[in-house]
């Protein structure tokens, strides 16, 4: 029977061995996530809960093709952060809290560090309590009864395995869960068109909820800009 590290090694996502890398260059030979691990961890941190108030948020006031030209130009402008954060760390096999340093020196570092995790414990605990409501909307619908705070533990806890097992379980799972949520998408658009037809999302006019498109814009650039660190911190353990 291999050992974790000999699988890892070799390259086999979903060991359940704790993670053991730091702020340290992953050496190359250990550098053995392809593209489609990386595009499948992306998908799957940007299709999300949030996601989904968010968009229906911003169809509410801007309708649908114009929330659509929104987060287009919202992405594209934070696209050269990522890839930028995202060659670093996959040429030197380092972190984004590392990669950091180039700019801010090594003391300095601790500054975007500091509020990279403020800003992680934030989004966290609203995941966490999003998806603790969802869970417990289904509990309900299935007949049980509500117990929210509950869930937020039980789903709090499982986080945290979750990310304690670190990069190579997070990929493994995120083959699995991206596909599945998919699935679920395509399930959700087929119910919005047999019940209402696609030419109602079309026909739309906002309801005029007070936010302009460059307000909403700028929601998307700053939200996804949060989001660069996670890209060297993705990509380090890719080879170019």
Not at 52 to 59: E, H, K, M, T
Not at 169 to 186: C, D, E, N, Q
Not at 228 to 240: K, P
Request: aromatic residues 16%; charged residues 15%.
């Amino acid at each position: 029977m291999k050992d974790s590290e000999s699988i890892v090694k070799e390259g086999k996502t979903g060991t359940f061995t704790v993670e053991k890398k730091g702020i340290e260059p992953i050496p190359v030979n250990e550098r053995n996530h392809g593209w489609v691990d990386i595009g499948v961890i992306f998908v799957g941190i940007f299709s999300h809960l949030i996601a989904f108030l968010a968009g229906a948020d911003y169809v509410y006031n801007l309708g649908l093709l114009k929330t659509v030209i929104c987060v287009v130009l919202g992405v594209s402008l934070v696209m050269p952060f990522y890839i930028t954060g995202g060659w670093i760390s996959s040429r030197y096999g380092i972190p984004g809290s590392v990669a950091m340093r180039i700019a801010f020196g090594i003391k300095g570092s601790w500054i975007p560090s500091i509020l990279n995790a403020v800003i992680a414990m934030g989004w966290f605990a609203l995941q966490t309590s999003i998806s603790a409501l969802a869970f417990d909307k289904i509990v309900i619908y299935f007949g049980g009864s509500s117990h929210f705070h509950l869930w937020i533990v039980i789903w709090g806890i499982i986080y945290c395995i979750n990310a304690l097992i670190g990069y190579d379980w997070i990929t493994y799972f995120a083959r699995y869960a991206v596909p599945l949520l998919y699935i679920m998408f395509i399930y959700v658009f087929y119910r919005v068109y047999t019940t209402y037809g696609i030419s109602k999302a079309f026909e739309y006019v906002p309801a005029g909820g007070g936010l302009s498109f460059l307000f909403l814009m700028d929601a998307i650039f700053g939200g996804c800009l949060l989001y660069t660190s996670d890209a060297a911190d993705e990509l380090d353990g890719v080879d170019l």
